[in-house]
Antibody, heavy 124, light 108 residues
């Protein structure tokens, strides 16, 4: 059974940093690109970032470029999102999502598995 | 940037109804379109990709059609489990608005 379990969310002040993690199991992790997608409370879905199977290709939404860094550790079957310079508009539920292909990273892709999300609240 | 526009935003229907949701892209995306179902408090579920390819385990009452700029998600006979919000997603190229704004299917 595929499982994606996010962690690391919480309350953070504007301008501060936070690191999200996603522990993956139940599939061959290094065969697939992995992404982060967020959803602000009561709003729609927004693609945040993606990374190819071997970290060779990475993409970011314009809204987070230069502030967020995606990475993965295939040995630990884990995905990460380092977020810095957080803003009120970054407040959202952050989902880890498994792409249906190995290479799709610079844009959103179809996602066949999602985690339950981890909530990031940005407030002073 | 490509924008995705779904209509309607809200749809009221009864069990057994045929339901159609539209998704329009601001420029051609070929068939690089996916549909998701999301229930309150849950993650989205992939129903269809490549505009019309039904994913394994998804009931056959769901179908997708279209190419270029105009796409449709249809539910042939609405079931109680289908009341949810549906999103289209283009994956042709990067856009800040890869996902449509969503269509909420409510009980009439």
């Amino acid at each position: 059974e595929v499982q994606l379990v996010e962690s690391g969310g919480g309350l953070v002040q504007p301008g501060r940093s936070l690191r999200l993690s996603c522990a993956a199991s139940g599939f061959t992790f290094d065969d697939y690109a992995m992404h982060w997608v967020r959803q602000a409370p009561g709003k729609g879905l927004e693609w945040v970032s993606g990374i190819s199977w071997n970290s060779g290709s990475i993409g970011y939404a314009d809204s987070v470029k230069g502030r967020f860094t995606i990475s993965r550790d295939n040995a630990k079957t884990s995905l990460y999102l380092q977020m810095s310079g957080l803003r009120a508009e970054d407040m959202a539920l952050y989902y880890c999502a498994k792409a249906t292909s190995a290479y799709c990273s610079s844009k959103s892709c179809p996602y066949d598995y999602w985690g339950q999300g981890t909530l990031v609240t940005v407030s002073s | 940037d490509i924008q995705m526009t779904q209509s309607p935003s809200t749809l009221s229907a009864s069990v057994g109804d045929r339901v159609t949701i539209s998704c329009r892209a601001s420029q051609s995306i070929s068939n690089w379109l996916a549909w998701y179902q999301q229930k309150p408090g849950k993650a989205p579920k992939l129903l269809i990709d490549k505009a019309s390819s039904l994913k394994s385990g998804v009931p056959s009452r769901f179908s997708g059609s279209g190419s270029g700029t105009d796409f449709t998600l249809s539910i042939s006979s609405l079931q109680p489990d289908d009341f949810a919000t549906y999103y289209c997603q283009q994956y042709s190229t990067y856009s800040p608005w890869a996902f449509g704004q969503g269509t909420k299917v409510e009980i009439k």
